[in-house]
């Protein structure tokens, strides 16, 4: 084997994912070679039964990024449903958030999380397209964990709710150095929908999802005041 492709197989097995994330992005550089390791890599962690984590997300993104074959089969084989299992206590679907954000087209998942977190919350909030902040306690323990779980594991654990909450208490709860931290405001101005947003991991910790927050402060601290967290 590589030397550099034993010290990348090192890196994975580790359990330190400061090691493992940047290991999983350079690996397909080996091409089958990587890939078997990455392979091994993930039966290990199966064997383990543990949660699913930002390690199996970002595997799977790099998995779909490959245009190998073998990468494809792997994906197929190990993740024919996305890496996140959907817990809904309304039995609510939210597999295209999973398929959108394992492609990493974070612009299209905000929206279908906004239409999922109205869903889950009141046929009312669907119909009308937006969410009341007094509907967000409506919103199952269940289904938005699922929704913020989805968003940890396949943004490197950036992106979530929990993520947003943990900034928010960090800065006091004061909702202007919450929206410049996250950069939802800069310049004394309200960043502009969609175009002003970062749809990738170069954004800021905590930058995504949107939802439908940026119509008030009301419905987010509903959610960040959920039994959810």
Same mark, same amino acid.
């Given at each position: 084997?590589?030397?550099?492709?034993?010290? %990348?197989?090192?890196?994975?097995?580790?359990?330190?994912?400061?090691?493992?994330?940047?290991?999983? /992005?350079?690996?397909?550089?080996?091409?089958? !070679?990587?890939?078997?390791?990455?392979?091994?890599?993930?039966?290990?962690?199966?064997?383990?039964?543990?949660? /699913?984590?930002?390690? !199996?997300?970002?595997?799977?993104?790099?998995?779909?990024?490959?245009?190998?074959?073998?990468?494809?089969?792997?994906?197929?084989?190990?993740?024919?449903?996305?890496?996140?299992? %959907?817990?809904?206590?309304?039995?609510? @679907?939210?597999?295209?958030?999973?398929?959108?954000?394992?492609?990493? @087209?974070?612009?299209?998942? @905000?929206?279908?999380?906004? *239409? *999922?977190?109205?869903?889950?919350? &009141?046929?009312?909030?669907?119909?009308?397209?937006? %969410?009341?902040?007094?509907?967000?306690?409506?919103?199952?323990?269940? !289904?938005?964990?699922?929704?913020?779980?989805?968003?940890?594991?396949? &943004?490197?654990?950036? =992106?979530? =709710?929990?993520?947003?909450?943990?900034?928010?208490?960090?800065?006091? *709860?004061?909702?202007?150095?919450?929206?410049?931290?996250?950069?939802?405001?800069?310049?004394?101005?309200?960043?502009?929908?969609?175009?002003?947003?970062?749809?990738?991991?170069?954004?800021?910790?905590?930058?995504?999802?949107?939802?439908?927050?940026?119509?008030?402060?009301?419905?987010?601290?509903?959610?960040?005041?959920?039994?959810?967290?």
């Amino acid at each position: 084997m590589d030397t550099r492709l034993t010290e %990348l197989r090192d890196k994975l097995f580790s359990g330190k994912e400061a090691n493992q994330l940047p290991a999983i /992005a350079e690996i397909v550089v080996f091409g089958e !070679d990587g890939l078997d390791v990455l392979d091994e890599f993930i039966q290990a962690r199966k064997a383990t039964n543990t949660e /699913a984590t930002l390690i !199996d997300g970002k595997i799977h993104q790099i998995l779909l990024q490959s245009d190998l074959p073998k990468a494809i089969a792997i994906a197929q084989s190990h993740y024919p449903n996305g890496v996140v299992t %959907l817990r809904s206590e309304k039995g609510i @679907d939210y597999q295209q958030i999973q398929i959108l954000l394992a492609k990493q @087209d974070f612009e299209e998942a @905000d929206r279908i999380t906004s *239409k *999922k977190l109205c869903e889950a919350a &009141s046929a009312a909030a669907l119909a009308r397209g937006w %969410l009341y902040f007094t509907e967000a306690k409506s919103i199952p323990i269940s !289904d938005l964990q699922t929704i913020n779980q989805l968003w940890l594991v396949y &943004s490197e654990g950036k =992106f979530g =709710f929990s993520v947003q909450r943990k900034i928010w208490l960090t800065v006091g *709860k004061g909702w202007e150095k919450f929206w410049l931290k996250i950069g939802w405001k800069k310049s004394g101005s309200f960043t502009r929908y969609p175009n002003e947003f970062i749809w990738n991991l170069d954004a800021p910790r905590g930058h995504l999802p949107l939802s439908n927050q940026l119509r008030g402060n009301k419905t987010m601290q509903a959610i960040f005041s959920h039994p959810a967290w």
